[in-house]
């Protein structure tokens, strides 16, 4: 199958899953609304499905502005009018303009196109990466990122960007139920590049209600890549310092 083929395929499932949120109509379970550290931010959101939906509904409860986007933001309407006044629907470019944040929810065979035809509107801008690739939904290019590590492959798909890889270790379901869980929080762990496109990281994990935590530089992202001991599991900041071998 050709890449365009596969990311138009790729976008329609997105679409369909953003339109199952809309209906859905129900928010995330018994989450209470949580404060903003700081002045609300702008954020787009490319690919409004599973991951980039649960973090919408997180952010707009902090309090923050909102474009989520398809292709076919008119499926959206119903998903953005839920969320509030904050948030609206738009196209991935105008998503990509709107923000001064931008979390890439789109499968991650998309993330080289994503990266090339929104280049622009990126450009200098912190952008979130939760991508995982996978062979079996991905083709050839997942093997190669894996190989060389997500941080750094990913770096090459958006070039002029602020890039921090987040919120790839958990699925959307534990996104749902552990966010501002009761006791110790759900840890996020984080790697970028820069102190200041951390910081931005770090509130945006902390409004959405985990615990943030900075294991490295992008080249570091694949120690918790997808396969690894930790990927998947809803560690408290204690253990995942632990099992990574950070210090406290």
Request: aromatic share 8%; proline share 6%.
């Amino acid at each position: 199958m050709k890449t365009m083929d596969r990311y138009g395929r790729w976008w329609a499932l997105l679409c369909f899953a953003a339109a199952s949120l809309a209906l859905a109509g129900a928010p995330l379970a018994s989450h209470g609304a949580a404060s903003v550290s700081g002045p609300s931010m702008k954020i787009g959101i490319i690919g409004t499905g599973k991951i980039g939906g649960t973090l919408a509904e997180l952010w707009a409860k902090a309090g923050h502005e909102l474009v989520i986007s398809s292709r076919h933001p008119e499926q959206l309407k119903g998903l953005a009018e839920r969320l509030g006044p904050k948030v609206r629907a738009g196209t991935p470019r105008e998503a990509a303009a709107f923000g001064e944040v931008i979390l890439v929810a789109v499968p991650y065979g998309a993330f080289p196109q994503v990266g090339r035809d929104y280049a622009r509107e990126l450009k200098g801008k912190v952008v979130l990466d939760p991508g995982n690739p996978y062979p079996s939904r991905d083709g050839d290019m997942a093997y190669a990122a894996r190989k060389k590590g997500t941080g750094v492959a990913d770096a090459e798909f958006f070039p002029g960007v602020r890039l921090v890889r987040a919120f790839n270790s958990l699925p959307h379901w534990e996104l749902e139920s552990e966010a501002h869980r009761a006791g110790e929080k759900a840890a996020i762990p984080l790697a970028a590049d820069d102190a200041g496109t951390l910081r931005i990281a770090e509130r945006l994990v902390r409004d959405a209600g985990f615990d943030p935590v900075f294991v490295g530089p992008l080249s570091r992202a694949r120690e918790f890549d997808v396969g690894t001991e930790v990927y998947g599991r809803a560690h408290t900041a204690r253990e995942l310092r632990e099992a990574l071998g950070l210090k406290p």
